[in-house]
C-alpha cells in the first residue's frame, strides 16, 4: 500500500505540500513523477513545479539519493523498509489538467504531481487530504471521510478531484449509470436545461456502444470569469474549462455541451479503444502512435455528430461545428506538408501549439474530416446497412473489453470489413499522404446530399494580399501568411506591426483602408523587432483568392435514394 497526504496551509502561495509513505521492495528504488499526462501526449516537465525534495527513513533520517533524470529519483534503501518521501508542488495553473490550489479550492490532477517506485504502479494506494471540514470532493474514486481509495497508481493517476466549499452538484441516470455534474466557481447553473441535454446525448452515445464503461461518471466543471475551452478525458471523469461564467448558459452553452459529448465519447475512444503503443500507458518516456485521426479525430467528429442525433444540436447548429473544421483544415498550407499520421507522432514535439508556419496539421481536425468521410463511405458502400457507429462498437467490444490495444492495421481491416471495400488508397494518400482534401470530401458528402460551397472572404486584404492580423490598439500584427501570396512575395514577416498604408495611420481601420486602395498597389510601414520596414505590397490582379470561406450546404432537389442516406447518417 501507498499512502499520499496532501496538505496546503498557505494556499495563497500556490504550494500543495505531499508526503508519500511507501515500503521498498528492493535495496535500490527509482521515484518516478509522470513525464506526461494522458489527453495530451507532450512531455509535461511536471518536474520543474517540485521544490524542498527529501527522503526519511523509519526513524526520520536522511536517505541518500541522486537525481538520475529529470523526473526520476534513485534511492538507496533497505528491503521492506517503509520511508516518506516529501517535497512541495507548485500549483498555480488552472486549466483542465493542471494542478492548482488557492483559498477557495483544492484541484489535483494526481498525474501532475505524484509519484510512484518504477515497478509499484499496481499497489493499491490510499490518498489523504488535510482540507476544512466543510469542503466536498468532487471525485470519481472512492471517498473514506477525506480519505481516496485507489486501486493501482495507475487508477489514482487518472483520477483528478476538486475539494471545495462552494462547488455545486447534481446527478442524472441512464440506464444503470449515474452521472455526476460538479460546477466550480461562480455558476448560475439552469438544471432543467443542462441535464435534459447532457441525458440525451449520453442516452445516444451509450446505445450505440450497448453499454457504458464504468459504474458512475463525473463531469468536473472550472468555470471561470474569461474566456477559455478546455477538456481533458479520463476513465471514469473529465474535467473542463470554460468561461465566461456569465455566458455559461448563452453564448457559451454550445461550447459547454460540444466539449461535455466530446469528452464523455472519450470514455470509449481513447479511455477503453487505445492505441496499442499506449497500452499500458509508461509515463516514464513518450508513447509515440500515429493513431491520432483515432483518438481525437473520431471523438471530434462523433461528440459534435451525437449531439445532432439526439436532437440537442439543431442542423444549423452541427454544421456550424462542421464548417469551422473545414475552414480550420483549408487555412492551414500545412496539409501539403504533412500528413495528419505524421503529426499525431509529433505531437510530442509540438502538437499543441502552433509551431513553425505550414508544418504540420492537426490531430482534430484533420481527424474530424478523415472520420467523416470514413462514416459516409460505410454508409455508400453497405447501403445503409453500417456507419462509423459498428465500427467503434467493434472496436470497443473485440480490442477494449478484451484487454488489447488497437493497430493501425486493426482499424483499417476493421473499416474494411464493414464497407466491403479496400481503403489502401484513402489510408495511402489521406491519412499517410498529403493529397487535397476537397476532391475526397465532396465526393463523400455527396452521398447525404451535401457538398462544400467556396466563396472569397470578404477582407480584402486576407483575400486578394494573403495575409492574417490581429489588431493590437490602433495597429495590426501580421499572424499567418499564405505561401506565394502578395504578402509573402512583399517580405511581410509574421508578427510584423502594421503602422501604416501609403502613408496614413491605420488607425484601427486596416479593412477600410484596403478597400479604398483595392485596385493599386499598396505601401506598407510596418514596425518589427524594434525597426521600421517600408514594404510593397503587389495589387493582385488575378482572380486566384487566398484564405477563402467553407462551408457545408445542401444540394437542390436531392434523389430518394440520397435522402434515406442522409436520414440512415442521423440515426
Known sequence: ?????????????????????IITKNETEYFQLPSWRPGRYELGNFAKNVVNFNILDETNQPIAYKKTSKDRWQISTKKNSTITISYDYYAN????GSTYVSQEQLYVNPVNCLGYFIGNESTPCTLELAIPTDYLIATSLRKENQTLHATSFDELADSPFICSNSIQ?????????????????ESKIDWDKIISDFTLFTSKQIEKFGNFPTDEYHFLFQIVPYRAYHGVEHSGSTVILLGPAHSLFDEVYSDLLGVSSHELYHTW??????PIELFPYDFTKENYSELGYLCEGVTTYMGDLFLLKS?????????NELDKQLQKHFDNPGRFNYSVAASSFDTWLDGYVPGVPNRKVSIYTEGCLIALVCDLMLIHHSKNKYKLDDVMHELYHEFAKKGKGVSINDYQLTLEKFTGQSLNKLFKNYVFGTDDYLPLLNNALSFIGLEIKITPNS?????????????????FVVKSIYPNSPAEHSNLEIEDEI???????????????????KTKDIHLLVKRKGEYHHLLLVNNSTELTYYDNYSVNKIQNPSDDIIENYIFWLK
Open 311 to 319: 436532437k440537442v444540436f439543431s442542423e444549423e447548429e452541427y454544421f
Open 499 to 517: 503602422i501604416a498604408i501609403n502613408n496614413y495611420d491605420t488607425a484601427g481601420e486596416l479593412e477600410k483602408w484596403f478597400a479604398f486602395y
Open 93 to 96: 495553473e488552472l486549466n483542465a
Open 459 to 475: 477582407k480584402s486584404y486576407i483575400s486578394n494580399y494573403g495575409f492574417k492580423c490581429v489588431q493590437n490598439g490602433e495597429h
Open 269 to 274: 475512444n481513447v479511455k477503453a479503444i487505445r
Open 1 to 21: 500500500m501507498t499512502h499520499y497526504k496532501l496538505s496546503s496551509d498557505q494556499p495563497n502561495t500556490h504550494f500543495i505540500s505531499i508526503q508519500i509513505t
Open 169 to 185: 452538484h447534481n446527478t442524472y441516470t441512464v440506464n444503470s449509470t449515474t452521472f455526476h455534474l460538479w460546477f466550480q466557481g
